[in-house]
């Protein structure tokens, strides 16, 4: 069955349409359905394959792009909508490669140097290595849970529920 929707003040500036009292008919995946997740995957995913990306075996939100020798010219990682794109700026096959990433959508500020992706700080070093640490996180998100001692000793309802908010659940 169609959905409607009333157009946000901003859907409608951007497609021009009256604000109040209009509905629109969602022809594709939007942001907050839950099919949304899947579609907004394989639009990237057939892009990516679109340019020549290969997604690896071991881990489906990893393309690696190879030049015609089979030697790896760069790899792009995402995260929902968070992309990591690695490859080495002296490569002209390489640049090639991300500038046809960069017209795939509209994106927000690119980052390099330092930057935090998924909570994650990567640090890029001259040479193009990087390394990645977690420090923030914790030292402001994390905080110690006190338990008892004794192997035999079942945990209190508050040490439960410490350790279900540690682990998000």
Wanted: charged share 25%.
């Amino acid at each position: 069955a169609p959905i409607y929707v009333k157009a946000i003040p901003e859907l409608a500036a951007a497609f021009d349409i009256p604000a109040e009292g209009t509905a629109i008919k969602i022809a594709k995946a939007v942001y907050g359905l839950g099919n949304a997740p899947r579609s907004w995957y394989y639009s990237v995913h057939r892009k990516l394959e679109q340019l020549g990306g290969r997604v690896l075996k071991s881990e489906p939100c990893i393309w690696k792009f190879t030049d015609h020798t089979g030697t790896t010219i760069g790899l792009v990682a995402a995260y929902v909508d968070d992309f990591l794109i690695i490859g080495n700026h002296q490569n002209p096959k390489f640049m090639r490669l991300r500038s046809q990433i960069k017209d795939m959508y509209r994106w927000g500020e690119w980052q390099r140097g330092i930057f935090t992706l998924c909570g994650v700080r990567i640090t890029q070093k001259l040479d193009f290595s990087f390394t990645m640490d977690q420090a923030r996180f914790v030292h402001e998100s994390l905080s110690c849970i006190e338990l008892s001692k004794g192997p035999e000793r079942k945990a209190t309802e508050k040490e439960i529920s410490q350790l279900r908010g540690a682990h998000g659940g």
